[in-house]
């Protein structure tokens, strides 16, 4: 998407475009944006048409400025163009409002003293409640589900699962390869760094734009907006995770602006239960032999999954075998015919 093409003027009786709540492209986005109906096995809820969504949406924000568009596109986006894309929505939704308060849609009510609640409903659409009954939105769980790691050996890990490996999130019931820290800043380590520095950049312009979103209310409606501190917090916790791990020397828990350590980006239903503590000692780096083995362990996975004909996993598993061995238990191990000159040289027993 452009947002600045986006955010152009539609005309001048109508500089924000007709509304099109009613009109078939919008009613077919709102389709798409539902979740399909409970598989038959396991009872989980199939992912909405992201593809379908993303279409439509970007058909109505072709016609008209339309933040109830936007939000349907924030949730699909992060699906197809990941935080980048993401990043460019909040840009469009700032500048809609910032640009074009007195006509973007939902338009506020006329009839009720420009009452704005239908659009701060809107809004708060890019947040939900994370911790309160209704939970949060569709968008701020696929944020909490975006990559941020893209490691061929490793994986693509969420903010999610971080939070998992640093003990502050339950893994889901039945998940197999959960990740430890091990693992994370691994990941993190075979990641491309210049992917990685792009991401902070999106993820910083993303966080930028809510402030600046909640500002826009502020002036406009005192006491009255979005509540949108959640969302802004998981962004900065996702930019700060990557500047962690991603200089291997993550602390042990991020501190905020305000510096009170992190706590998980939301208490959502169903992760009421005891916390998994991770395992592989230190967070944010390989710091023991522990770690060594666990990240062993993962690589060799992948090769026996991905390229089986590898002969690596067989001297994966003999490094692994020595990860505790002292020098001398090493050395029988890949020289034994040289250690008699290790004992003639060290002055040691040939026993």
Request: proline share 7%.
């Amino acid at each position: 998407m452009d947002p600045v093409e986006l955010l152009k003027p539609r005309g001048d009786d109508a500089p924000s475009g007709e509304n099109l709540e009613y009109d078939p492209v919008f009613v077919e986005m709102e389709l798409a944006g539902q979740p399909g109906e409970d598989s038959q096995f396991g009872g989980e809820v199939d992912d909405p048409d992201y593809g379908e969504v993303q279409e439509k949406a970007l058909e109505v924000l072709a016609q008209s400025h339309d933040l109830r568009a936007a939000v349907y596109l924030a949730d699909a986006i992060l699906h197809s163009e990941g935080l980048s894309g993401f990043a460019d929505v909040t840009t469009y939704i700032r500048g809609c409002l910032e640009d074009h308060w007195a006509t973007c849609h939902p338009e506020l009510d006329e009839d009720d003293d420009d009452d704005p609640t239908m659009r701060i409903n809107t809004i708060q659409g890019l947040c939900g409640n994370p911790g309160g009954q209704s939970g949060p939105s569709p968008v701020y769980r696929s944020l909490q589900r975006a990559p941020l790691t893209e490691s061929r050996a490793f994986g693509r890990l969420s903010m999610r699962d971080i939070e998992i490996a640093e003990g502050k999130r339950s893994a889901p019931e039945g998940a197999q390869n959960v990740p430890d820290m091990a693992t994370v800043s691994a990941a993190f380590q075979d990641s491309d760094a210049e992917k990685l520095k792009a991401l902070q950049g999106a993820l910083k312009t993303a966080a930028d734009n809510l402030k600046a979103i909640s500002k826009v209310f502020d002036e406009n409606t005192p006491g009255q907006g979005p509540e949108l501190d959640p969302v802004i917090k998981l962004v900065m916790q996702m930019g700060k995770a990557i500047a962690a791990h991603a200089e291997g020397d993550a602390p042990e828990e991020a501190a905020d602006e305000t510096g009170e350590s992190a706590a998980p980006a939301d208490s959502v239903a169903g992760d009421s239960a005891a916390p998994v503590r991770a395992s592989g000692g230190a967070v944010g780096g390989i710091k023991s032999p522990t770690d060594v083995a666990n990240a062993l362990d993962r690589i060799i996975e992948y090769y026996q999954k991905y390229e089986p004909s590898s002969p690596l996993p067989i001297l994966l598993k003999r490094a692994k075998r020595l990860v505790n061995a002292d020098f001398l238990t090493v050395m029988k191990d890949l020289a034994p015919d040289g250690m008699s000159n290790v004992n003639l040289i060290g002055g040691l027993d040939d026993d």
